[in-house]
C-alpha cells in the first residue's frame, strides 16, 4: 500500500492498524518513496514461536510426564 505524506497526517491511526495487521504502508513525498511502515515484532513473539515445539505434548492427557515417556519409547522390545 502506498499512501503520501499527507494521507499520514491525515488518519495516522488508521495507517498504524492497517500496518500492525501485517500491510507493508510505502510513505511517499512527492512521488519518492521515503520510507516503509511494517508491523513491530517484539521479542516475545519470537520467543513464543520457538515454544511452539515443546508445546506439543501439553495437551496430551494420557502422558503424566514426558521425560518417562520418552525413555520407554528408546527401550528395546523384548521379542
Known amino acids: 500500500m502506498e499512501i ?13 492498524e492497517q500496518a500492525s495487521r501485517g500491510t507493508e504502508v510505502i510513505i511517499t513525498i512527492r512521488g519518492k518513496k521515503m520510507a516503509r511502515l511494517v508491523p513491530y515484532k517484539s ?5 513464543e514461536a520457538d515454544d511452539e ?3 506439543l505434548w501439553k495437551n496430551r492427557d494420557d502422558i503424566d ?15
Open 4 to 16: 503520501t505524506a499527507k494521507e499520514l497526517r491525515g488518519k495516522p491511526g488508521q495507517i498504524i
Open 43 to 47: 521479542d516475545k513473539t519470537k520467543i
Open 53 to 55: 515445539l515443546f508445546g
Open 65 to 79: 510426564s514426558v521425560d518417562d515417556y520418552v525413555r520407554s519409547i528408546r527401550k528395546g522390545r523384548a521379542f
